[in-house]
């Protein structure tokens, strides 16, 4: 590619100011969003620091492979939607968002979380789908708040101990990772994907599959 042509490409992929600007619009129901998905950037722009005072962040669909120091910035922020990049790891920093309500990580190429999640005391949904987790940090086991997690196609062998101390979670997407079936757990080295493994609680169930789901549960511990 000529010269001219990566200098152009580069200045379309520039976030200015004025451009970030351009991207804040009001929600329905009257929250301030900034929306820079979809702008081909590789690194969070600085500039967006003066538009801290945002209710929801999206930097989704993008090419960003760090979340900067200064998310922090964004104290305001109910929802950070960060889903289809090529974050490997996060900011410690990214536990002082104590306002957040909805966290998306989806697809992106994460190993490991901080400690600091455990901060997120607000946090009612989660999406850590589709990265390559086999663990989660304890101080998750502090997100009294979280109904909704989302850890489907993940490198999980096991469902993580810290989930039985969240007591408001209603749903667990555990789908195609690698967990040990029983025979597994008995010795054998093979593990089973899980296509279809999702946790809820009951209280969420119509009476209808609460019944179905009771059923079958009777099932299998005659069967054992």
Do not use: W
């Not at 000529?2 to 009257?30: F, H, M, W, Y």
């Not at 979809?38 to 929801?56: A, G, H, N, R, S």
């Not at 909704?148 to 062998?157: A, E, M, Q, V, W």
């Not at 993580?160 to 025979?183: A, H, Q, V, Y």
Request: hydrophobic letters at 40%; charged letters at 30%.
């Amino acid at each position: 590619m000529a010269k001219g042509k990566e200098t152009k490409k580069a200045q379309k992929n520039t976030i200015t100011l004025k451009v970030a600007e351009n991207c804040v619009a009001l929600t329905r129901d009257s929250k301030r969003r900034l929306d820079l998905s979809f702008k081909e950037v590789t690194v969070v722009p600085k500039c967006i620091q003066k538009l801290c005072e945002m209710d929801e962040l999206d930097l989704s669909r993008n090419l960003i492979r760090v979340v900067p120091d200064f998310i922090d910035s964004f104290i305001r922020i109910c929802v950070l939607d960060l889903h289809s990049n090529y974050l490997e790891q996060l900011p410690v920093t990214i536990g002082r968002l104590h306002n957040l309500l909805v966290l998306n990580l989806c697809n992106n190429r994460l190993t490991s979380l901080p400690d600091e999640f455990g901060l997120l005391k607000n946090l009612h949904t989660l999406n850590l789908c589709i990265n390559r987790l086999d663990a989660l940090p304890s101080t998750v086991g502090a997100l009294k708040k979280l109904r909704h997690l989302g850890l489907s196609d993940n490198r999980f062998t096991r469902v993580p101990g810290c989930l039985s101390r969240l007591t408001k979670l209603e749903s667990i997407n555990l789908k195609r990772n690698p967990l040990f079936t029983t025979e597994a757990a008995a010795g054998h080295e093979d593990l089973a994907v899980t296509e279809r493994l999702s946790l809820v609680t009951e209280s969420v169930l119509c009476e209808g599959c609460l019944k179905k789901c009771r059923t079958e549960r009777k099932t299998l511990e005659e069967e054992v």
